[in-house]
């Protein structure tokens, strides 16, 4: 990693959720919102590129795509699909599969759920604020209500037009709609660019809220592996197909967004969406239509393949959502699935230790490697610095998007340089320094306020461009009741004490596995 990107991603992450930080001045909450004015009619941003732009070559083609897929008879209602979104001779015969089974059953509303490539957004997910979107075939219709409702869940939705103003995922979906489907056709088009499992849940709840009944159906946007040979990229789809089927949420995520890529989706988000509120049903089963990459589709080279796949989500007729457990009632959470043995710990910190003295002393981050196969899972952590008892910089990620041990490597170097509020520690400081790890469990939201408990519980308050949080140990330093530390992530949030009470905002909780250096040796 480059030093540049150190610094970017810890400020960033600082901004976030950097948890030792004093209470800020109260700071008035974010203001209501209106779905601003419509963008009319979108124009085709890759016609003539992923798929003809002469509308009787496009149709042709299409309608070829469909007739070779053979689908068997859907006893079932389609709640949602998986098509894929490269260019048409890639991975049109493989759309085929998904778009002749909702033919079959006469669909004529989606929602189009795509990833964002070009554009980076976290906490946020967009949505086209238009009244049409024009294809080759002509204008689809976008069901504006639905926009409105979508718009007004939170400032967590953006229409900002530029997430879909080179986006070819969504828009490569709405040919093959405009053939099966004809008059009558609406959509609504959302992109992600935050494929995190905590908006694939928030997304998801919202989707079931703005589209609860049967006449909507959902696509999920995703291509598959990436880039390997064809005998590789068999094997790395059949496992995230498997996966898949097995509405394995968890391990899809963690093997989707590790760095051995034994699963791969480019639209993990949209696919980890639709599973999100799939999976409320309790009812339903996956079935998979087709996979295939694209040497076998059009004999491509056969050393760097893309993968696509074909899927359904099934449901009996009439089914509806049950009532979810929530995370929020269950007390205990498992901070990186559990404790670790003390050669793990260790181990951690002696990594920690060496990559700060490194970063300090030759300005680089180490390259590093551990011996023990746990601290290699996804991890989520805060690393703390201390100099003879105060505070030396403390900063973390709270979404387990690495390998643990890399996560440690790198927010300790940047609780030693990039901490905004104390100077970069020097090298004479560094013998003096006493570390704390602190490794965290995934988010929970709260229901009930009576289930925090101090000294167990860390905190997030979140509300649109408005978020902060404080690990479990900060209420026990401070000496804070429950509500007192309510009140004060809600003012390092920048919302006022007391926004905790504002049903809009998002309250979090997660529990979190600390020890420090001197309590290993």
């Not at 610094?7 to 976030?16: G, M, Q, R, W, Y």
């Not at 239509?289 to 007729?317: D, I």
């Amino acid at each position: 990693m480059k030093i540049k990107n150190i610094a970017f991603f810890s400020l960033a992450f600082f901004l976030l959720c950097a948890a030792c930080k004093k209470p800020k001045p109260e700071a008035a909450q974010a203001p209501g919102r209106e779905l601003p004015a419509s963008e009319g009619t979108f124009p085709a941003v890759v016609a003539g590129q992923f798929y003809p732009a002469d509308p009787g070559q496009l149709r042709t083609m299409i309608q070829g795509f469909l007739s070779q897929a053979r689908v068997a008879e859907i006893p079932a209602r389609i709640f949602a699909v998986l098509s894929p979104h490269a260019g048409y001779i890639f991975s049109g015969p493989i759309a085929g599969y998904s778009y002749r089974a909702l033919q079959s059953q006469g669909s004529k509303k989606f929602v189009i759920i795509a990833p964002s490539h070009h554009y980076p957004g976290a906490g946020q997910v967009a949505v086209l604020n238009a009244d049409y979107y024009q294809t080759p075939l002509g204008k689809v219709k976008i069901n504006r209500d639905k926009v409105r409702e979508l718009y007004g869940l939170g400032d967590w939705v953006t229409t900002d037009p530029r997430y879909f103003s080179e986006e070819h995922a969504a828009e490569v979906q709405l040919p093959f709609l405009q053939t099966i489907v004809g008059d009558g056709l609406e959509v609504v088009l959302i992109v992600m660019p935050d494929p995190s499992l905590e908006m694939t849940q928030k997304l998801a709840q919202g989707l079931l809220k703005v589209f609860p009944g049967e006449d909507w159906v959902f696509i999920a946007s995703s291509d598959m592996s990436h880039y390997h040979s064809n005998d590789q990229a068999r094997q790395i789809d059949r496992n995230t197909l498997n996966l898949l089927e097995q509405m394995d949420i968890s391990r899809l995520y963690q093997e989707g967004m590790g760095t051995a890529r034994t699963a791969e989706l480019c639209g993990i988000g949209p696919v980890l969406t639709v599973m999100q509120a799939f999976k409320t049903f309790h009812s339903g089963t996956v079935k998979i239509l087709a996979a295939k990459n694209s040497f076998e589709t059009t004999q491509a080279n056969p050393e760097r393949v893309v993968g696509y796949g074909a899927a359904l989500f099934l449901l009996p007729s009439g089914a509806t959502p049950a009532p979810a457990s929530s995370p929020a009632e269950v007390e205990e959470l498992k901070p990186y699935g559990g404790d670790l043995t003390l050669d793990e710990k260790k181990e951690l910190m002696k990594l920690a230790r060496y990559s700060v003295e490194t970063y300090v002393r030759e300005d680089r981050i180490p390259e590093v490697e551990v011996k023990h196969p746990r601290l290699k899972e996804l991890g989520a952590a805060f690393v703390t610095l201390t100099e003879r008892g105060q505070l030396r910089g403390c900063i973390g990620h709270v979404i387990a998007r690495e390998p643990l041990y890399l996560c440690v490597r790198d927010v300790a170097c940047s609780a030693a340089k990039q901490d905004p509020r104390f100077p970069p520690v020097t090298a004479g400081e560094l013998k003096d320094l006493d570390y704390e790890i602190s490794l965290l469990s995934p988010l929970a939201p709260v229901k009930d306020l009576t289930i925090i408990k101090v000294g167990r519980d860390g905190l997030v308050m979140r509300m649109g461009p408005y978020q902060g949080l404080l690990l479990p140990q900060v209420p026990v330093e401070q000496g804070w009741d429950r509500e007192a530390f309510l009140s004060h992530t809600c003012n390092k949030a920048g919302m006022g004490s007391n926004c905790w009470s504002n049903p809009e905002v998002q309250i979090l909780r997660f529990q979190g596995l600390v020890f420090k250096e001197k309590d290993l040796k």
